[in-house]
């Protein structure tokens, strides 16, 4: 493989049983555009399905069967470890237990997703073994590339109502980035909408939802995201392994 790379960045995709088909739709269409693009990697960062239902999963797992390059899942709030590890028996770099937290090391720019979800909760949690994780991850190898991967944005979105249930335990995880300076980007999901933002030295590029969008809500009092026009989306991420990176918005 040559020094170049592209990893699309799909999230968000929230499937569901029973809405004929049209998550899927979207997902199976990102996936056509990630192939047109000749993704080299492609990265589901959480909330793969909407409501942790079995009979998603085996939605997903229909339109991600035939995938236009390597494909990997990470959870979000809306997802079930069991559920994911019971669907996915194949997905053979899911740890058998505990958070669903990998490496992907075959490829020029290294991967590492972090599990960052409390079951039964809608906000992010680290805690300090999953710090310890990431440092130890990061520390094996730290003159490649690296992007990490996780659910719930590390940074304050000035979102009132997604700040409540982003990564609560940010500041942690930043610390952590601080330390290993070839991660080149953070990446994540969650908040269904494109945005930017930082973790110590690294962007944080935010993928938008495949399936709906959020519009902000910034004002005190305001209790429901309003809705919005914006386009649903992925994320093209291109680099190389001298470092060099871009993340493109690709509408759906
Ligand atoms: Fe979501």
Not at 12 to 21: E, K, P
């Given at each position: 493989m040559s020094g170049t790379f592209r990893l699309a960045q799909i999230s968000?995709?929230?499937?569901?049983?029973?809405?004929?088909?049209a998550a899927a739709a979207q997902l199976r269409r990102a996936l056509m555009q990630a192939r047109d693009y000749r993704a080299d990697v492609i990265l589901?960062?959480?909330?793969?399905?909407?409501?942790?239902r079995a009979d998603e999963y085996t939605v997903l797992a229909a339109a991600i069967a035939d995938p236009p390059a390597p494909l990997y899942l990470m959870p979000g709030n809306h997802d079930n470890r069991a559920g994911i590890r019971t669907a996915f028996p194949?997905?053979?770099?899911?740890?058998?237990?505990?958070?669903?937290s990998f490496v992907i090391e075959e490829f020029p720019i290294r991967i590492v997703a972090i599990d960052d979800i409390v079951p039964g909760q809608t906000h992010g949690f680290l805690r300090r073994e999953g710090a310890d994780w990431l440092d130890e991850v990061l520390s094996a190898a730290p003159t490649k590339p690296t992007i990490v991967a996780l659910h719930?944005?590390?940074?304050?979105?000035?979102?009132l109502l997604f700040d409540k249930i982003g990564l609560l335990d940010a500041g942690l995880f930043n610390s952590v980035i601080a330390r290993?300076?070839?991660?080149?980007r953070v990446i994540c999901g969650h908040h269904h909408r494109y945005a930017v933002g930082q973790s110590a030295h690294a962007p944080v590029i935010v993928a938008p939802s495949t399936s709906w969008t959020y519009g902000l809500?910034?004002?005190?009092?305001?209790e429901i995201a309003p809705k919005t026009t914006e386009q649903p989306g992925w994320v093209l991420h291109a680099g190389s392994t001298t470092g060099d990176f871009a993340s493109h918005f690709m509408g759906l």
């Open positions: 968000d995709t929230h499937i569901r049983a029973d809405d004929n088909g589901l960062t959480g909330d793969l399905v909407n409501d942790e194949r997905h053979a770099y899911l740890p058998r237990n505990g958070p669903l719930h944005p590390p940074f304050l979105t000035h979102d290993h300076r070839q991660v080149v809500a910034m004002d005190q009092g305001q």
